[in-house]
């Protein structure tokens, strides 16, 4: 038991000694870490503040970047792009002319100081010098039994209905009225000219007519326009038995004839020798009327006679006859 006594006072002894070498070793690892090791590295503001540069950080994207489209789609896409803008130009300017055609400007009053130029005819040449004429030097008169420009090369086609007559006329006061200086129009018949007093005398002939049925027009330059007659050659019983065809009203006469030909020709109880000779239309003339007519009276027939009558549209016929051994078709006339 005395054995035991000693042990312990010489572990207590040792763990004595052993505490301050813990301490001395502490205090130098310390010593160590805070002169010993070198000192932390400066911070990226601190570096950027002593130099004063600016900070710059490299950005990474999050996907894949997008290939560049190829040639062909670029240049389609600017095609696109282009036909776009094009049509809502065209869009634009055709509102543009339709406001314009609707609300033409004021037109100046007739100065009497200046020079009175009488038109006479609504025809292709007096339209034309109408289009072209600078109202505001003159005073013009137009005077004219038709008040109307009637496009006459689509005649024919008014004739079996493939184009309304009212889609090849334009009436003349809506050209006057978009002329610069006013010009006045007067729907009557020049009855007799006087060159020495310039003076023209003018007659109503329509069939309403007022208290006041004729008059004179003082000119100082006058233009006739008023085309030709239609021509007989002498040859009787054409204006008594045939249609000309040269304005409006004829077109009209000939499709009313053509109509009534065939609704006769379908009658019940018609003869086989009635039926050919109401089926058969005689052309008079090769030129270019004629051609466009007769074509038009094959077509008509081709296409809506067959689907509405169909059962005398087989017995149809034309006959186009002309003196000179060649047609003038209407390709080959200016």
């Known amino acids: 038991m005395a054995s035991t006594p000693r042990a312990l006072a010489a572990i207590g002894r040792s763990s004595r000694l052993a505490l301050p070498s813990r301490v001395a070793s502490k205090s130098f690892s310390t010593a160590t870490g805070n002169h010993l090791l070198p000192s932390a590295r400066p911070t990226v503001a601190t570096r950027l503040a002593a130099t004063g540069r600016v900070a710059f950080r490299r950005s990474y994207a999050d996907k894949a970047p997008k290939p560049k489209p190829g040639k062909l789609r670029t240049t389609f896409r600017w095609a696109w792009r282009l036909t776009y803008l094009s049509a809502a130009g065209l869009v634009g300017y055709t509102c543009y002319i339709v406001y314009q055609d609707r609300h033409p400007q004021p037109q100046f009053e007739p100065d009497p100081s200046k020079k009175t130029l009488v038109i006479l005819g609504t025809g292709w040449g007096s339209v034309a010098l109408l289009k072209k004429l600078d109202t505001e030097n003159y005073n013009v008169v137009v005077v004219s039994p038709r008040n109307y420009f009637l496009f006459t090369?689509?005649?024919?086609?008014?004739?079996?209905g493939t184009i309304e007559h009212r889609s090849i006329m334009?009436?003349?006061?809506?050209?006057?009225?978009?002329?610069?200086?006013a010009v006045k129009f007067y729907e009557a018949e020049a009855?007799?000219?006087?060159?020495?007093?310039?003076?023209?005398?003018?007659?109503?002939?329509?069939?309403?007519?007022?208290?006041?049925?004729?008059?004179?027009?003082?000119?100082?330059?006058?233009?006739?326009?008023?085309?030709?007659?239609?021509?007989?050659?002498?040859?009787?019983?054409?204006?008594?038995?045939?249609?000309?065809?040269?304005?409006?009203?004829?077109?009209?006469?000939?499709?009313?004839?053509?109509?009534?030909c065939v609704e006769t020709a379908a009658f019940k109880g018609q003869t086989s020798e009635e039926i050919d000779r109401l089926m058969h239309m005689v052309v008079v003339g090769g030129g270019p009327t004629g051609v466009e007519f007769a074509r038009e009276l094959q077509d008509f027939f081709e296409e809506d006679i067959k689907k509405l009558v169909p059962e005398i549209s087989p017995r149809f016929k034309v006959t186009l006859i002309e003196a000179l051994p060649n047609f003038c078709l209407p390709s080959q006339s200016s």
């Open 170 to 181: 334009e009436p003349v006061r809506a050209i006057l009225r978009h002329k610069k200086a």
């Open 191 to 260: 009855s007799s000219i006087d060159p020495d007093k310039k003076v023209l005398k003018i007659v109503d002939n329509s069939e309403i007519k007022g208290a006041t049925s004729e008059t004179e027009i003082p000119y100082d330059m006058l233009v006739i326009g008023v085309g030709a007659e239609n021509a007989t050659f002498g040859i009787p019983g054409v204006r008594e038995h045939s249609c000309f065809l040269k304005e409006i009203g004829d077109a009209q006469r000939i499709r009313k004839k053509i109509m009534d």
């Open 153 to 160: 090369p689509l005649l024919p086609s008014c004739t079996t």
